[in-house]
């Protein structure tokens, strides 16, 4: 189970950083550099502000990998730490309860919106508004 | 709020063609179960801690999973920033 969802967080997350941090543009390293920045001072206070889009962009995807993966793992394996969404959706196939499925696909979605909402939507807003895109 | 709206509406339309095919048998009622049908049975999930239980359980692996996942990733992205840039231009490392 962990092993699915961090495989479905970490690479999503791991190219959205590198492609970030690599369309910085030079010129802001360069400024930081001359007005005396030492490497791990441009790391925090340049470099990672400025991949900050791709980074937030990166684990909101590997955030629906993870989610997804983890649903798909449950309904294949069920272990003995718990019984969880996926599961149930299982045994309602198993028992042909389809009203049970049908209930568990709507849960999956609102838990899907709800985390949209709470964890990446105040995280993009004040993106938005620190780089000046506010639609 | 138009927004808001339009999301409404658009779940409204998404239930009431449901409710359509329910009523019409396009397929049997064992595999495309009534509206009513799933909402009861959310009820009954929900008021007897099932549903929560479930949620807290499937919650708990995939927040583990993340946070490990964007540690790891941190980590990770450190060293394909410094391998992969050779360029002799590059004053940071």
Same mark, same amino acid.
């Given at each position: %189970?962990?092993?699915?969802?961090?495989?479905? &967080?970490?690479?999503?997350?791991?190219?959205?950083?590198?492609?970030?941090?690599?369309?910085?543009?030079?010129?802001?390293?360069? $400024?930081?550099?001359?007005?005396?920045? #030492?490497?791990?001072?441009? *790391?925090? #206070?340049?470099?990672?502000?400025? $991949?900050?889009?791709?980074?937030?962009?990166? %684990? #909101?995807?590997?955030?629906?990998? $993870? *989610?997804?993966?983890?649903?798909?793992?449950?309904?294949?394996? &069920?272990?003995?730490?718990?019984?969880?969404?996926?599961?149930?959706?299982?045994?309602?196939?198993?028992?042909? $309860? %389809?009203?049970?499925?049908?209930?568990? %696909?709507?849960?999956?979605?609102?838990? =899907?919106?709800?985390?949209?909402?709470?964890?990446?939507?105040?995280?993009?807003?004040?993106?938005?508004?620190?780089? =000046?895109?506010?639609? | 709020?138009?927004?808001?709206? !339009?999301?409404?509406?658009?779940?409204?339309? !998404?239930?009431?063609?449901?409710?359509?095919?329910?009523?019409?048998?396009?397929?049997?009622?064992?595999? !495309?179960?009534?509206?009513?049908?799933?909402?009861?049975?959310?009820? @009954?999930?929900? +008021?007897?801690? +099932?549903?929560?239980?479930? @949620?807290?359980? +499937?919650?708990? /692996?995939?927040?583990?999973?993340?946070?490990?996942?964007?540690?790891?990733?941190?980590?990770?992205? /450190?060293?394909?920033?410094?391998?992969? /840039? /050779?360029?002799?231009?590059?004053? !940071?490392?």
């Amino acid at each position: %189970m962990l092993f699915v969802v961090v495989m479905g &967080t970490l690479w999503s997350v791991v190219i959205a950083t590198d492609t970030g941090v690599r369309h910085v543009p030079p010129i802001y390293r360069r $400024a930081a550099l001359t007005m005396g920045s #030492k490497r791990l001072h441009i *790391w925090l #206070k340049v470099i990672l502000p400025a $991949a900050l889009p791709f980074i937030v962009s990166g %684990m #909101k995807q590997g955030w629906a990998f $993870a *989610w997804r993966s983890l649903m798909a793992a449950e309904i294949f394996v &069920t272990i003995l730490t718990g019984f969880g969404l996926g599961q149930l959706l299982h045994y309602g196939r198993e028992l042909s $309860a %389809m009203d049970q499925v049908i209930g568990i %696909m709507l849960v999956i979605v609102v838990i =899907g919106l709800l985390a949209d909402k709470i964890l990446f939507s105040p995280v993009e807003r004040f993106l938005h508004r620190r780089w =000046g895109t506010n639609p | 709020m138009k927004r808001f709206l !339009l999301a409404v509406l658009f779940f409204a339309v !998404l239930i009431a063609l449901w409710e359509w095919a329910f009523l019409a048998k396009i397929w049997s009622p064992v595999l !495309l179960p009534a509206p009513q049908q799933v909402a009861e049975y959310l009820k @009954t999930v929900v +008021t007897d801690g +099932t549903l929560f239980q479930a @949620t807290v359980i +499937t919650m708990r /692996r995939l927040l583990i999973g993340y946070v490990i996942g964007l540690v790891g990733a941190g980590c990770l992205s /450190r060293f394909c920033g410094s391998a992969k /840039r /050779r360029r002799p231009c590059s004053l !940071l490392w």
